[in-house]
């Protein structure tokens, strides 16, 4: 039973700073890429970032490029994602995913398992 579960979302004011984690079981950790991604209301959940199973290098957005950091401690089985700088158009709740297919990890249809999410809410 594969459990993905994401925290540490919560209400910021723009410019502000947060790390989201995102706890993996149930699977061998160190063997999947690990990716995070974020939906708001009425949109299409949009990629985020992605590292590879044994760490850098890492992949982003360009809209969030410069401003967040993925990383991920495989001791630990969670994934990580630093986020500075936020802006208000970062509202969303994030999703961690794990893809052990080969694809493109930029495509939601890469990841075999998601988590629940964790709202971030950015405010101005």
């Known amino acids: 039973q594969v459990q993905l579960v994401e925290s540490g979302g919560e209400l910021v004011q723009a410019g502000g700073s947060l790390r989201l984690s995102c706890t993996a079981s149930g699977l061998s950790f160190s063997s999947y890429v690990m990716g995070w991604f974020r939906q708001a209301p009425g949109k299409e959940r949009e990629f985020v970032a992605w590292?590879?199973?044994?760490?850098?290098?890492?992949y982003y957005a360009d809209s969030v490029k410069g401003r967040f950091t993925i990383s991920r401690d495989n001791a630990k089985n969670t994934a990580y994602l630093e986020m500075n700088s936020l802006k208000p158009e970062d509202t969303a709740r994030y999703y961690c995913?794990?893809?052990?297919?080969?694809?493109?990890?930029?495509?939601?249809?890469?990841?075999?398992?998601w988590g629940q999410g964790t709202q971030v809410t950015v405010s101005s």
């Open positions: 995913g794990a893809s052990s297919r080969w694809g493109d990890y930029r495509n939601v249809q890469s990841y075999t398992y």
């Open positions: 590292i590879r199973p044994s760490g850098p290098p890492a």
